[in-house]
């Protein structure tokens, strides 16, 4: 029989945000902010697939979906990782370890994590696009037995730009994980590739009749990432990525994130590319 806390949080209305506490937060890099969240009121954390988001809301200033960044195995918190580009985003880079905040979700499709067991997995990822991403490399390296090949390409712009800078170094030294992180700009005492992530691409070996890839960054990456991994071989039906529209309510009513017929809160974030590939190439989707 479930718990009166767990059946308060199975009767949650989805509009509603919970209200969280941030246990901890973690400045990566200027202006982002990495929030460990907790439950203010005993019941259970929500459970997520990798790739899920969440709505995030900022009491008085506003309400944003973000990605969670954590592992989804640890139900013991929510890691949230957050760039200030506005109002509200700011606001929540600005919260401190006990402030309170709203929470609603999660939301959204997951990363394909079931159907890679037995499969070479190709994770590429562009400046923020680690945040969504990570959960999967979690769900990867946490049953690393269970897949072939595993390959990790990250880019960003320059090398202060890097998320998750140590647990970076942590997976470098991991043989059973090919991991290459390149930089659009360096000054000389960077060592590792020069040149924007796609670059990388013709440089992977894996099997590639039997391979997934998941992919998270600017849209003009994804778009060029796709392409690139299409053209190496692999088919539209094993590359995933994760698109960005403003949202809402975040469960398929208001109609803000539609684009095409296609609703990026509910049909995404995750997306098969062959659904999204032809919207890809139009400039405004
Ligand atoms: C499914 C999903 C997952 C997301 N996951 C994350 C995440 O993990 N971490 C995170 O930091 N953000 C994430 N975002 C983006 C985040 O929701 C936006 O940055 C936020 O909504 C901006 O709101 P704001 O009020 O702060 O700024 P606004 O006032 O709405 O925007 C300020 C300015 O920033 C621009 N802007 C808005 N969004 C972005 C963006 N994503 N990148 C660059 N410029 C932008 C706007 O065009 C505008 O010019 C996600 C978005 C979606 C849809
Ligand atoms: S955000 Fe309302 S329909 Fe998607």
């Known amino acids: 029989m479930a718990s009166v806390a767990e059946a308060t949080a199975a009767a949650v209305d989805p509009m509603v945000p919970r209200i969280m506490r941030v246990q901890k937060r ?42 969670i960044s954590g592992d989804a195995s640890d139900g013991s918190k929510l890691v949230q990782t957050v760039r200030s580009v506005g109002a509200v985003s700011e606001a929540v880079t600005q919260l401190n370890r006990g402030d309170m905040l709203g929470l609603r979700g999660p939301f959204g499709t997951a990363w394909p994590t079931d159907e890679l067991a037995g499969r070479d997995v190709v994770v590429i990822a562009g ?106 071989g692999l088919s539209e039906q094993s590359i995933w990525l994760s698109i960005e529209r403003n949202m809402k309510c975040a469960i398929g009513l208001c109609g803000h994130c539609q684009f095409s017929g296609l609703f990026a809160c509910k049909d995404g974030a995750v997306v098969r590319y062959d659904r999204v590939r032809r919207l890809m190439a139009m400039r405004e989707i």
């Not at 929030?35 to 506003?62: C, H, I, K, N, W």
């Not at 998750?164 to 997976?171: C, F, L, V």
């Not at 000389?188 to 691409?201: A, E």
Request: glycine share 10%.
């Open 26 to 67: 973690t400045r990566d890099l200027p202006g982002h902010a990495t929030l460990e969240l907790v439950s203010t009121d005993g019941a259970p954390l929500p459970r997520y697939a990798p790739g899920q988001f969440t709505m995030l809301y900022v009491f008085g200033v506003g309400e944003i979906p973000v990605s």
């Open 127 to 232: 400046g923020l696009g680690l945040a969504p991403l990570r959960p999967s490399i979690y769900h990867l390296l946490n049953r690393r037995g269970q897949f072939g090949k595993v390959v990790l390409l990250y880019g960003t712009r320059r090398p202060e730009e890097i998320l998750y800078r140590r647990q970076i170094e942590t997976w470098r030294k991991r043989l059973d994980l090919q991991l290459e992180v390149t930089v659009d700009h360096a000054e000389t005492d960077w060592r590792g590739h020069v040149g924007v992530v796609t670059k990388l691409i013709p440089r992977i070996s894996v099997d590639l009749a039997n391979a997934t890839a998941l992919v998270c960054g600017p849209e003009v990456m994804m778009r060029f990432a796709a392409a690139g991994l299409h053209d190496l």
